[in-house]
């Protein structure tokens, strides 16, 4: 599996106590996969993401990151596993006001020391996969709300990462925009073998996944296998 959570358990101080915010979870993504995580707020979601994304360390359990485990690396060799093998996109784009789409990936690829020329195709051709060549050159502002998530996507993808993490991509969206984003998910997923775990509140996203789990309390249990619409 590119992505697996072994028997991770996760708490956090809580007054006297200790709260538990990942009990006992275990999961695993393949390449060319999309796994849905749906559930209410508060029950771990965002808990099980930042685990994934080796942001946080679980109090016990594996996390491993195409063919690493995450506990053994060292301080900078765990970031260059984020830099290298994982791209997240987060609820909100946050793009750089001043930069245009095409240099917010850029800048994403000078980060690990790639070259110029390599960076600018790299560029240019995710920017071409999500549909907005015509429009590198323009800053957030001068993008709709879907196409700064189309970009916040491409970013992500910049580094060809074998892990893409997605925190609710269509919480600012309208339908429309919002099932857009989801298919264009769902169709990088297969074309790149990324090992895709989207979380979400939109059940319009279950139409694009492969498998879906639901967290409740913590813990987390099958939902089923999408069907399709």
Same mark, same amino acid.
Request: aromatic share 2%; hydrophobic share 45%.
């Given at each position: 599996?590119?992505?697996?959570? =072994? !028997?991770?358990? &996760?708490?956090?101080? =809580?007054? =006297?106590?200790?709260?538990? /915010?990942l009990d006992r979870v275990s999961l !695993?993504?393949?390449?060319?996969?999309?796994?849905?995580?749906?559930?209410?707020s508060g029950s771990g979601k965002s808990s099980l993401l930042a685990v994934a994304a080796t942001l946080v360390t679980p109090d016990s359990g594996r996390? #491993?990151?195409?063919?690493?485990?995450?506990?053994?690396?060292?301080?900078? =060799?765990? /970031?260059r596993l984020?830099?290298? /093998?994982?791209? %997240?996109?987060? $609820?909100?784009? *946050?793009?750089?006001?001043?930069?245009?789409?095409?240099? @917010?990936? $850029? #800048?994403?690829a000078h980060l690990d020391g790639r070259r110029p020329r390599?960076?600018?195709?790299?560029?240019?051709? &995710? &920017?071409?996969?999500?549909?907005?060549?015509? $429009?590198?050159?323009?800053?957030p502002h001068q993008l709709s709300?879907?196409?700064? @998530?189309?970009? *916040? %996507?491409?970013?992500? &993808?910049? *580094?060809?990462?074998?892990v893409l993490l997605v925190d609710e991509p269509t919480s600012a969206l309208d339908h429309e925009r919002g099932a857009a984003v989801l298919e264009l998910l769902g169709a990088l997923t297969r074309e790149r073998g990324t090992a895709t775990v989207l979380v979400t509140h939109d059940r319009g996203a279950l139409g694009v996944a492969d498998r879906v789990v639901e967290m409740v309390d913590g813990r987390l249990t099958e939902a089923g296998v999408p069907t399709g619409p």
């Open positions: 599996m590119t992505l697996l959570l =072994d !028997d991770i358990t &996760l708490t956090y101080p =809580d007054g =006297d106590g200790r709260l538990t /915010a !695993d993504v393949s390449a060319g996969s999309l796994t849905a995580v749906v559930g209410p996390v #491993v990151v195409d063919g690493a485990e995450a506990r053994t690396l060292s301080r900078s =060799d765990a /970031a984020r830099r290298r /093998a994982i791209g %997240i996109v987060f $609820q909100q784009p *946050n793009l750089l006001p001043s930069l245009t789409a095409l240099e @917010q990936l $850029q #800048v994403m390599e960076v600018l195709s790299a560029a240019e051709e &995710l &920017l071409d996969a999500v549909g907005l060549a015509a $429009q590198a050159h323009r800053r709300g879907g196409q700064r @998530q189309r970009v *916040n %996507i491409a970013r992500a &993808l910049m *580094n060809a990462p074998r």
